[in-house]
C-alpha cells in the first residue's frame, strides 16, 4: 500500500530524537555506509563537498531563506536510509553525484520511505513524477534502486546545467529547471526556498557522519596490533 506524502518536504516533519536517539541514528547510518565508505571517499568529498554545502547554503539562506543548521536525523530515519545504502553507494558513484546529496534528498523527499507518493502524483524515494521517471529510463518508478537510479540521473543533469551549483540544482529538483531558469535562479516559491537550505543541511549532516566514518576507518588501519596479541 503506497504512503501517502502530503508536503513534499516532509521530512522536516519527524521529531527531533534525543541525545541517545540522535547518536543511535548516526551509528546505524555509519554502520550502513561504513563497507562502502572506501569506494565513495572521492564522490563523497565531491572536491570539496562539504564546505560547498555550507557555503551555497549560507549564501541562499542569506538572500532568500531563512537560515538552517545541521538537520538531526531520526533512527526511523536511519532505519529506512540503511536499507538502501548500497543503492546509493552504487547510483552515486556511476552518475558522480555526492553520496550525502543524493542520500539527503532521499530523506526530505520521502523520509526515506520507499512507497511514498505525494498528491501530486510524485512517487518513490526521490520522489520521482512519471515524466521525469520515464526522461531518465526508469520503467518501474516504485523499484528503489530504479527510482534512486533516476533521481540521481536527475540531480547530475541538473548539476551538469548549472555548472555544480548544488543550489540551483536542487531548486530545478524541486520546481523544475524550466522555472530555475525562467526565474534566473531559485524561483520564488515559499516550498523551493525552504527546500532548498532544508537539503543542503540534511547533506551537511551526513557529509559530517560520513567523514567520522572514514577517519575511524584511517585510525583503524594506523592502528598496528602485536604479533602476539590474541583475537577476540
Known amino acids: 500500500m503506497a504512503i501517502s506524502v502530503k508536503n513534499r518536504p516532509n521530512a522536516q516533519t519527524h521529531a527531533n530524537t534525543t541525545t541517545d536517539g540522535r547518536g543511535a541514528a548516526k551509528s546505524r547510518v555509519r554502520t550502513s555506509f561504513s563497507s ?6 572521492g564522490v563523497a568529498d565531491g572536491g570539496g563537498f562539504g564546505r560547498q554545502v555550507q557555503e551555497q547554503g549560507q549564501r541562499r539562506a542569506v538572500r532568500h531563506t531563512r537560515p538552517q543548521q545541521k538537520k538531526n536525523i531520526t533512527k526511523e530515519q536511519a532505519t529506512r536510509l540503511a536499507k538502501y545504502a548500497p543503492m546509493i553507494m552504487s547510483s552515486a558513484k556511476r552518475n558522480n553525484v555526492p553520496v550525502p546529496l ?131
Open 102 to 232: 543524493v542520500a539527503a534528498v532521499i530523506l526530505q523527499e520521502s523520509g526515506a520511505q520507499a512507497k511514498a507518493v505525494s498528491p501530486a502524483g510524485a512517487k518513490g524515494l526521490m520522489q520521482l513524477m512519471p515524466g521525469t521517471a520515464r526522461r531518465f529510463g526508469v520503467r518501474d518508478i516504485m523499484d528503489p534502486a530504479q527510482n534512486i537510479e533516476g533521481g540521481t540521473k536527475y540531480l547530475r543533469f541538473l548539476m551538469d546545467r548549472y555548472n555544480g551549483r548544488m543550489d540551483l540544482a536542487l531548486a530545478g529538483y524541486n520546481a523544475g529547471e524550466h522555472n530555475v531558469d525562467k526565474h534566473g535562479g531559485i524561483p520564488p516559491f515559499a516550498e523551493t526556498r525552504n527546500y532548498v537550505p532544508s537539503v543542503l543541511a540534511y547533506a551537511d549532516t551526513l557529509y559530517h557522519i560520513f567523514r567520522g566514518t572514514e577517519r575511524m576507518q584511517t585510525v583503524a588501519s594506523a592502528v598496528t596490533i602485536p604479533a602476539n596479541a590474541r583475537k577476540v
Open 36 to 41: 562502502v565508505m572506501g569506494h565513495t571517499k
